[in-house]
């Protein structure tokens, strides 16, 4: 089912006007299998939150998710999985997440364990993109819910 066809069948779920509109597709990093985990974290409610770098917001020129949004959450091979709803979004260094906020995003034991895992992504994706990685760098913390499967 693609993105549109989906939304149409959220909006009547959740009752919500025709003119409401979608914010975007998420596809959780679909690199394959972690994609796959991490959309099989989400529907089992283990994955409430993601994170982002700020970099590449301003990079890409990209708004900021914003509370009460819906987005569509894409498999890799780009159908439709569910509609997610922001909740909250946060902007926090990196050196500052504390393990309640980490823990959100289900899928690690503890904050060192996210600390050396966001780490390693964030200094791969600095390389191919072209930010610098530093302990303090912003981070974009968003927390969402199922809204519709």
């Known amino acids: 089912m693609t993105s549109n066809e989906f939304w149409?069948?959220?909006?009547?779920?959740?009752?919500?006007?025709?003119?409401?509109?979608?914010?975007?597709?998420?596809?959780?990093?679909?690199?394959?299998f972690a994609g796959t985990e991490k959309i099989a974290a989400l529907l089992a409610g283990?994955?409430?939150a993601a994170?982002?770098?700020?970099?590449?917001?301003?990079i890409d020129n990209e708004i900021l998710p914003v509370g009460g949004e819906y987005y569509i959450v894409k498999n890799a091979d780009e159908?439709?999985?569910?509609?997610i709803q922001i909740q909250r979004v946060e902007i926090i260094p990196f050196n500052e997440v504390?393990?309640?906020?980490?823990a959100l995003e289900g899928e690690d034991a503890n904050?060192?364990?996210?600390?050396?895992?966001?780490?390693?992504?964030l200094e791969e994706e600095a390389e191919i993109i072209g930010y610098e990685f530093r302990e303090d760098i912003?981070?974009?913390?968003?927390?969402?819910?199922?809204?519709?499967?």
Do not use: H
């Open 8 to 32: 149409q069948k959220a909006k009547a779920e959740l009752k919500l006007k025709d003119d409401e509109s979608f914010a975007g597709d998420i596809g959780f990093e679909a690199r394959g």
């Open 46 to 48: 283990k994955k409430r």
């Open 51 to 58: 994170f982002s770098t700020f970099a590449v917001y301003a």
């Open 79 to 83: 159908e439709a999985v569910c509609a």
């Open 98 to 102: 504390p393990w309640n906020l980490a």
């Open 111 to 121: 904050l060192q364990e996210w600390r050396d895992r966001t780490r390693e992504t």
């Open 138 to 149: 912003k981070l974009v913390f968003i927390e969402f819910e199922i809204a519709v499967r």
